[in-house]
């Protein structure tokens, strides 16, 4: 997912990843609710996941393909990874939290190798 969307993209596939796993069935509402935005926004991030073979939706419901099930599984495991490395490292769950939301979007994949070995070198 290669666009000036891609943030936001991974950010919207992310949500819907945690959604389905919680709920039977993820509408846009509970995005909207979820990552905190306006509807219309989720809605324009629903046609732009739509076109890029991420998602698909029967009107109401909100499914990930396969190639976006794989790709939010991804990214969600790069923000658990650097959580976790974060805190080893001393860092308070919230700070965290907040900046693994922000690392998983630009991290190296040399950066980010070297901090799953460390995670998985470390037992946790």
């Given at each position: 997912?290669?666009?000036t969307n891609n943030?936001?993209?991974?950010?919207?596939?992310?949500?819907?990843?945690?959604?389905s796993r919680e709920l039977?069935?993820?509408?846009?509402?509970?995005?909207?609710?979820?990552?905190g935005v306006s509807q219309p926004a989720v809605?324009?991030?629903?046609?732009?996941?739509?076109?890029g073979g991420y998602i698909t939706t029967d009107g109401m419901h909100i499914y990930l393909t396969?190639?976006?099930?794989?790709?939010a599984s991804a990214v969600y495991n790069r923000h658990c990874v650097i959580?976790?490395?974060l805190l080893l490292?001393?860092?308070?769950?919230?700070?965290a939290d907040r900046d693994a939301c922000e690392f998983e979007h630009v991290i190296?994949?040399?950066?980010?190798?070297?901090?799953?070995?460390y995670v998985a070198s470390n037992g946790k």
């Amino acid at each position: 997912m290669k666009n000036t969307n891609n943030r936001s993209s991974e950010d919207y596939l992310e949500a819907i990843l945690l959604l389905s796993r919680e709920l039977e069935f993820v509408h846009r509402i509970d995005i909207a609710r979820k990552m905190g935005v306006s509807q219309p926004a989720v809605q324009k991030a629903i046609k732009i996941l739509i076109d890029g073979g991420y998602i698909t939706t029967d009107g109401m419901h909100i499914y990930l393909t396969e190639r976006g099930s794989e790709y939010a599984s991804a990214v969600y495991n790069r923000h658990c990874v650097i959580r976790t490395f974060l805190l080893l490292h001393g860092v308070n769950e919230q700070d965290a939290d907040r900046d693994a939301c922000e690392f998983e979007h630009v991290i190296s994949p040399a950066t980010f190798a070297m901090m799953e070995e460390y995670v998985a070198s470390n037992g946790k």
